[in-house]
């Protein structure tokens, strides 16, 4: 369905939107205005609760994963909420063979830089020349250099893989590590040959290490072309280098200090760390020579000893001496990695994208104190995490704002719908038009993980759209079968097909304002597909309910 049809659709449900973004803590007054979500708090409606085991569940259900599917709670149940987090947090004995069927097709994944930049090659200036002149026609350039061939299919198809994984993979927590280490050290796919790289630096720096240790994490970063290029470490030299070859034969080249700054910035100490701008640039010196053998053709990492500042440094405190080579900038890793602010800094950070917006400190104290003494152990830290009675508390049950990728996914994953890699496309698009498009933030910060970010009216309606058009099956290859969540409602009962979707969709835990707000639009010709000249039954529209109830505060967050 075109993005227009989608948008008249949603505006037709206006006012139901404002009501439940008001609910969601949103001014919906005017597009982009931001406001900060309030957290839902209490118990839930009479009626509508929980065992307290199975609220456990369900909590850890959507912060450990992209959200539930149906049957997820009873699954869970089934081996134990310990047993499950000790499961997700050793992935590989989780078979995910159905995921990697599903990513077969997807061959950019597998390709190593080197053969990427082989097989879609950049464009020859010359045809653009011959267009515009008139020499050649369109036709002709698109047969000499069909999309099939260009380099955004490699972005595409890692993009349209992240959807897949985190809608049909088995091993949930490792996807949500994925996300979470490649925004903390983000690259930007649309800057110059990141677009060959992006795919490599996922699966080579980011997904190996995502549940290992942060120092491995940092090491592998750091030397990957993906970072040597975005934030121009490759470029980095002696104050008095000269360049020998290439077309800046001659010209004097200097330090760099972008990647340092980040470094220890947003990769490890943290704003105040405790550095200063002297340790940033003793910092740069130590990683001069870290470079790319050449980019537009082999895209490798590659140390020059002859770009290198070879005399002493000192980081932090640490004395380096001179003559480390590439030493120098592993020591600089350790020296970093090790540091007390480092601890605080990741602490803080996996607190925040697991339990609040705001870390309790007695928590972020603890989980620093496991990074000291395991040397950054990820499970480690998790699962300090997982067993806290902060993860468990009721003013952070449903308290966290989903990202757009987040809703998408967790929406698709709530009606039970399956995806192949041409519907990861399409999701990956609609994640882009909610206001997240992947691999794409362009600042070293990667997407926020605060609900002040993602909360305002515009974005509210972009969700709604995504929902309306999700549950009617418009997306092309996701299938959707709402069938079986009403499995047993009487559709001519508007009333029992949303308690159906409630207790499918929010576990049955809309709070009183919600179910005020969805009741108050049973009677809607909308809903009941009647005029006021019918008098038969309502035939309930099950799509449009199941989009106003994805569209509820319940849903938007986790």
């Known amino acids: 369905m075109k993005g227009g049809a989608r948008c008249g659709a949603a505006r037709s449900v206006l006012p139901v939107l404002i009501a439940l973004g008001a609910l969601a803590g949103c001014g919906a007054t005017a597009a982009g205005a931001a406001g900060p979500a309030e957290p839902i708090t209490g118990a839930p409606p009479a009626g509508g609760a929980q065992p307290t085991d199975d609220r456990r569940i369900l909590h850890a259900l959507s912060r450990l994963t992209y959200g539930a599917r149906p049957g997820d709670v009873e699954r869970v149940r089934a081996i134990g909420l310990s047993a499950w987090i000790d499961r997700q947090l050793g992935p590989r004995t989780i078979d995910d063979s159905a995921t990697d069927r599903a990513l077969a097709e997807l061959t950019t994944l597998r390709m190593p830089i080197l053969e990427l930049l082989r097989e879609y090659p950049r464009p020859d200036p010359k045809l653009r020349e011959k267009i515009a002149s008139g020499a ?107 360049v020998p070859a290439g077309p800046n034969r001659g010209r004097k080249a200097g330090l760099n200090e972008n990647y340092a700054r980040e470094l220890m910035e947003l990769h490890t100490l943290g704003v105040d760390g405790g550095y200063t701008q002297k340790d940033v640039t003793e910092v740069a010196r130590a990683f001069t020579g870290w470079t790319i053998d050449r980019p537009q053709t082999s895209g490798r990492f590659v140390f020059r000893s002859a770009m290198h500042d070879a005399a002493e440094k000192v980081v932090v405190g640490h004395r380096i001496p001179a003559g480390g080579g590439q030493a120098d900038g592993e020591r600089v890793i350790e020296i970093l990695t090790r540091h007390p602010s480092t601890a605080r800094f990741v602490a803080t950070k996996l607190v925040r994208r697991f339990v609040s917006d705001t870390p309790p400190p007695a928590l972020v104290a603890r989980v620093a104190s496991t990074y000291t003494s395991t040397a950054g152990d990820i499970p480690a830290m998790l699962r300090v995490i997982f067993e806290s009675r902060e993860f468990y508390g009721e003013d952070v049950y449903r308290a966290k704002i989903k990202k757009p990728f987040e809703f998408v996914v967790s929406a698709v994953r709530a009606l039970g719908a399956s995806t192949d890699a041409q519907g ?135």
């Open 424 to 558: 990861g496309m399409a999701l990956a698009r609609a994640s882009a038009e909610i206001g997240e498009p992947l691999y794409l933030a362009q600042p070293p910060t990667g997407y926020a993980d605060r609900g002040e970010t993602w909360v305002n009216a515009g974005a509210l309606l972009a969700r709604m759209n995504f929902a309306l058009g999700l549950a009617s099956g418009r997306y092309p290859h996701v299938s959707v079968e709402l069938s079986a969540l009403v499995a047993g409602a009487d559709p001519g009962s508007p009333s029992a097909v949303l308690d159906r979707l409630l207790a499918a969709l929010v576990a049955d835990q809309a709070g009183p304002a919600t179910r005020a707000v969805l009741t108050a639009q049973l009677g809607d010709p909308q809903i009941t597909r009647l005029t006021t000249d019918d008098r038969g039954p309502a035939n309930t529209d099950v799509a449009k309910l199941a989009a106003l109830v994805i569209g509820s505060p319940e849903f938007q967050r986790r």
């Open 136 to 242: 050649m026609t369109r036709q002709e350039m698109q047969e000499r250099y069909p999309m099939e061939k260009r380099p955004i299919r490699i972005a595409a198809e890692l993009q349209a893989a992240k959807v897949v994984r985190a809608v049909t993979s088995e091993r949930q927590l490792e996807e949500v590590m994925v996300d979470f280490w490649f925004n903390h050290f983000n690259v930007f796919a649309g800057k110059g040959d990141l677009r060959w790289y992006v795919s490599a630096y996922e699966r080579e720096a980011i997904r190996p290490h995502a549940l290992g240790t942060f120092p491995d994490l940092v090491r592998a970063t750091a030397r990957h072309p993906a970072m040597l290029f975005y934030l121009d470490n490759w470029l980095s030299a002696r104050p008095d280098f000269i």
